[in-house]
């Protein structure tokens, strides 16, 4: 139903609409009473999302009111509820007192709720940074501002954009959007804030990253004016870090959205950290999928890289060892910094124990700090502080001086003596959860308090008194006196004893089968009572927020406090997994060799129930810069793609490593194609999908990238993919010795480029074969597979005997080279392999092989390349010998 449309219009229903008119893109829960009431279309979608009854204001009038509400002090869960239904949430309150005021409450919108600016704990992954982003485009770069609301953090970058969008090509804004779109999905963006100008774009940006929430911002939000004063204000008289153009829009559009959003104090927000995506590790969406850093197969965090190495025990660690992992540094000596602090805790075990014993049960203190900034902490966040201040003190006590970064976190620990001597002066030892329950200040703290608290314990015991005496004064047995919020107190008389009240008695209230009564002296007593009760819940309210403010006044220290917590506890974690799995601390330097030995894939060694993983050696380098693996499925190949990725990954986020030795020269990006996938919604195949990743590496590459390719060509016919494959091989060798990478492959054929090409090298996975039987020995050899495999892999996979017999005939036949039915009832010859397939092999170039080499195929579109594809295999067909 349209909001107002034909309703008796009241005051308190002009207000709403009002207040709703500022906010039309949010679901708006209006305050009444003890409920937040919904009406209009916002009650007819909310309902059904909350699965809560729809009901209706003046329902028998000519336009009843659609209408819902839920209870104020449950409506946390209803509000994520509808945050993961992709709404907005805008909370009206009552902002003046209902019990002083003369008419019409005043109500207004205190805050509106995004999926990127939540800040209460119990809505948020503990282990997960919580991001609202801002992207902008100005001076051909686009700019990225994002806040975690909920620790203050900031991170400002500058990315590379499409220069003057005028005259760059389609490809180019591709690929410039592209590179946003990764760091948004790296960062797990909750809340992307875009101008209209970039709407086209941020579909495209909110499609690559699953779940991204977008809201639309004016252009006049993006004042960089703005931006700069606000960014001196973080600084606090330093000088703030300098930022280019697109990235102080960007930060201008985040100030503005949380102006709008966060109505309240955000004095936890720290000064911004200027990035650049480039100086780490690059992993892009799909090179994370494809090595489950994050994520298993099955979707959750079981059977990822992160649920081998979190062994951390706070939530500020396990948010900073995900940071970690998804952003390796290229720093030798920056890696080295953190290896010796790993090597620190991997040697002193039992230091390392009595850390992590301090570290458990910690809370989170960095959360805990943000609400402090936003002076929205219950007394229970600091009973949590006081303890997490006593465990920071024993930290401190129990880690050596030394220099590196077990040094610096030690010199960043701070107990805060003072303020938590505070806070246990002022607060009980066990708090209510929400200063609105009372009983929060500690009896001797404050002399009024004691007072009030006093007198309405007294109060108590002399309502008590007053009934036992009224009992033996009207000789009835009975009588009560009771209270409730509505009547206040009241003398309770049943109906047959009514003949025994005495004449001082004044009705105050008849129910079903009693009266009530109140005389003078219960009045009185009934004002000083709820008077002091009153009075003691706003005195304790006031002494509480002042607490807070003053504590809150110490937020920047206990900022840093929580990052050296994480720092610690994460290098802990990674001690923990080095000691107890037997990893080995790799050597990094800015050379271009990665040399693993006997390395193990940290994954799947962990699901291994007392199995052994069988380690393999790995050397990449300027003489041996791509590896050609062949062998049959099941064997081991993609494993073993895969495990040296994680090793490198590993060894550049500051960790040891599953091997008896490894050295990598520090590598600027991980590539991967590997599986098989349709995009259906973007109209494409599997083998386009594999071509346009194909394609995007061959552009992006660098001489210290690392790239894994798995059956590259398998998506089409058995010729286009040999010649897809040799042809993508050749490129990697012909740039040059430096991107190192490992080719697993079913085509054979593609071993005869090892006597062609001087930096390639077969490899192939042990098979021992043992009366019909293969047994996968899982040990990388050097030299090609002797063949694939492939029939004894079905009959390993539970084919039928029969089929397996059928194809073994079959197979046996194709390798004669001919095929003929053996009886009328065989299946339909297959026809040979033609000859000319031998010509892309031949010492002499073909017309084909000579028309590979001269394409560039990193200036080629991907449609351009599929149209040279379909010529080149219309050539082949076509002609003959020569081709």
């Keep these: 139903m349209e909001a107002g449309a034909g309703v008796k219009m009241t005051p308190m229903l002009a207000q709403y609409l009002r207040l709703k008119e500022r906010h039309r893109d949010a679901i708006l829960m209006f305050r009444l009473g003890d409920f937040y009431e919904m009406?209009?279309?916002?009650?007819?979608?909310?309902?059904?999302?909350?699965?809560?009854?729809?009901?209706?204001?003046?329902?028998?009038?000519?336009?009843?009111?659609?209408?819902?509400?839920?209870?104020?002090?449950?409506?946390?869960?209803?509000?994520?509820?509808?945050?993961?239904?992709?709404?907005?949430?805008?909370?009206?309150?009552?902002?003046?007192?209902?019990?002083?005021?003369?008419g019409l409450v005043d109500r207004d919108v205190v805050r509106v709720i995004t999926p990127g600016t939540v800040f209460e704990e119990e809505s948020l992954d503990p282990r997960t940074a919580s991001f609202l982003a801002a992207a902008a485009a100005a001076g051909g770069s686009y700019g990225l501002a994002v806040v975690d609301v909920s620790t203050g953090e900031i991170q400002v970058a500058?990315?590379?954009?499409?220069?003057?969008?005028?005259?760059?090509?389609?490809?180019?804004?591709?690929?410039?959007?592209?590179?946003?779109?990764?760091?948004?999905?790296?960062l797990g963006v909750k809340e992307l804030v875009v101008a209209p100008d970039l709407h086209e774009q941020a579909d495209r940006l909110c499609a690559r990253a699953r779940g991204v929430f977008r809201s639309l911002i004016p252009e006049s939000w993006y004042d960089a004016g703005e931006a700069a004063v606000w960014l001196a204000g973080l600084a606090g008289g330093a000088a703030p870090p300098a930022l280019g153009p697109a990235a102080l829009a960007a930060l201008g559009g985040l100030r503005a959205y949380l102006r709008e959003t966060c109505r309240g104090r955000l004095d936890h927000l720290?000064?911004?950290?200027?990035?650049?995506?480039?100086?780490?590790?690059?992993?892009?969406?799909?090179?994370?999928?494809?090595?489950?850093?994050?994520?298993?197969?099955?979707?959750?965090?079981?059977?990822?890289?992160?649920?081998?190495?979190?062994?951390?025990?706070?939530?500020?660690?396990?948010?900073?060892?995900?940071?970690?992992?998804?952003?390796?540094?290229?720093?030798?000596?920056?890696?080295?910094?953190?290896?010796?602090?790993v090597e620190a805790l991997v040697e002193a075990p039992a230091l390392r124990a009595r850390l992590r014993a301090a570290l458990t049960g910690m809370g989170d203190v960095e959360r805990l700090s943000g609400r402090l900034g936003t002076a929205t902490a219950s007394p229970r966040d600091l009973a949590r502080l006081v303890?997490?201040?006593?465990?920071?003190?024993?930290?401190?006590?129990?880690?050596?001086?030394?220099?590196?970064?077990?040094?610096?976190?030690?010199?960043?620990?701070?107990a805060l003596p003072q303020v938590r001597a505070r806070i246990v002066a002022t607060l009980v030892d066990e708090p209510p959860a929400s200063s609105r329950d009372g009983g929060i200040v500690r009896e001797g703290c404050h002399a009024e308090v004691d007072e009030l608290r006093a007198l309405a314990r007294d109060g108590k015991g002399w309502v008590a008194a007053l009934e036992a005496r009224e009992r033996q004064r009207t000789g009835i047995g009975s009588l009560k006196i009771r209270y409730n919020r509505v009547f206040g107190y009241a003398i309770e008389v049943t109906r047959p004893n009514l003949g025994l009240v005495p004449p001082d008695y004044v009705r105050k209230q008849t129910l079903t089968g009693a009266?009530?009564?109140?005389?003078?002296?219960?009045?009185?007593?009934?004002?000083?009572?709820?008077?002091?009760?009153?009075?003691?819940?706003?005195?304790?309210?006031?002494?509480?927020?002042?607490?807070?403010?003053?504590?809150?006044?110490?937020?920047?220290?206990?900022g840093t406090n929580a990052r050296a917590l994480g720092m610690l506890d994460t290098l802990a974690a990674l001690a923990e997994v080095a000691h107890d799995c037997g990893y080995v601390r790799p050597e990094l330097d800015h050379g271009d060799a990665i040399v693993i030995r006997e390395g193990r894939h940290p994954v799947v060694e962990a699901t291994l129930a007392g199995e052994r993983f069988v380690p393999n050696d790995c050397t990449l380098d300027a003489e041996q810069q791509i590896l050609l693996i062949t062998g049959p499925n099941m064997a081991g190949k993609s494993t073993y793609l895969r495990q040296v990725a994680l090793l490198v990954i590993l060894a550049q986020?500051?960790?040891?490593?599953p091997a008896a030795e490894a050295r990598v020269g520090v590598v600027d990006r991980i590539f991967t194609r590997v599986g098989a996938s349709d995009n259906l919604a973007a109209g494409e195949s599997t083998f386009m999908v594999e071509m346009r990743e194909t394609a995007r590496i061959l552009r992006e590459l660098t001489d210290r990238s690392l790239?894994?390719?798995?059956?590259?060509?398998?998506?089409?016919?058995?010729?286009?993919?040999?010649?897809?494959?040799?042809?993508?091989?050749?490129?990697?060798?012909?740039?040059g010795p430096g991107a190192k990478t490992l080719f697993a492959t079913h085509y054979y054929e593609l071993?005869?480029?090892?006597?062609?090409?001087?930096?390639?090298?077969?490899?192939?996975?042990?098979?021992?074969?043992?009366?019909?039987?293969?047994?996968?020995?899982?040990?990388?050899?050097?030299?090609?597979?002797?063949?694939?495999?492939?029939?004894?892999?079905?009959?390993l996979a539970g084919l039928p005997p029969s089929v397996v017999q059928r194809a073994r005939g079959l197979l046996a036949t194709l390798e004669r080279g001919e095929l003929a039915a053996e009886d009328e009832r065989a299946a339909p010859p297959l026809p040979a392999a033609p000859e000319r397939q031998l010509g892309l092999f031949a010492p002499r170039p073909s017309a084909v092989e000579a028309r590979l080499r001269a394409l560039d195929v990193l200036r080629m579109t991907p449609m351009e390349a599929l149209n040279e594809l379909h010529a080149l295999a219309a050539a082949v067909r076509e002609g003959g010998d020569d081709a």
């Design 751 to 795: 071993t005869a480029l090892a006597r062609q090409r001087s930096r390639l090298r077969n490899y192939s996975i042990a098979v021992r074969e043992w009366k019909d039987e293969i047994i996968f020995l899982r040990r990388i050899v050097e030299g090609p597979a002797s063949r694939s495999y492939g029939v004894e892999v079905a009959r």
């Design 270 to 341: 720290r000064v911004p950290e200027v990035y650049r995506p480039r100086d780490a590790l690059v992993l892009d969406q799909i090179t994370c999928a494809n090595l489950d850093l994050v994520e298993g197969a099955g979707g959750g965090e079981r059977g990822s890289l992160l649920h081998v190495l979190d062994r951390t025990v706070t939530p500020m660690g396990g948010r900073l060892l995900r940071r970690w992992l998804l952003a390796p540094l290229t720093s030798p000596a920056t890696i080295g910094r953190r290896l010796d602090a």
């Design 653 to 657: 986020m500051g960790s040891f490593v």
């Design 387 to 414: 303890a997490a201040l006593g465990r920071i003190a024993t930290l401190r006590a129990e880690l050596p001086e030394a220099d590196g970064l077990l040094g610096e976190v030690r010199a960043a620990l701070d």
């Design 515 to 558: 009266e009530r009564f109140v005389t003078a002296e219960l009045k009185e007593q009934e004002r000083r009572l709820l008077g002091a009760e009153e009075r003691l819940r706003q005195l304790e309210a006031e002494l509480f927020a002042a607490l807070v403010a003053e504590v809150g006044a110490h937020q920047r220290a206990l």
């Design 158 to 186: 500058e990315l590379p954009g499409p220069g003057r969008p005028e005259a760059a090509s389609a490809l180019e804004r591709d690929e410039a959007l592209d590179v946003l779109a990764e760091e948004i999905c790296r």
């Design 39 to 102: 009406f209009f279309e916002d009650a007819e979608r909310a309902a059904a999302i909350l699965d809560i009854t729809l009901t209706a204001r003046n329902k028998h009038d000519a336009t009843p009111i659609p209408l819902c509400g839920v209870p104020h002090h449950a409506a946390d869960g209803y509000i994520q509820k509808l945050l993961g239904a992709g709404l907005k949430v805008a909370i009206c309150e009552q902002v003046e007192d209902p019990r002083t005021a003369k």
């Design 707 to 735: 790239v894994l390719l798995d059956e590259i060509g398998r998506g089409t016919s058995t010729f286009d993919g040999i010649a897809i494959a040799w042809a993508v091989a050749e490129h990697l060798h012909e740039r």
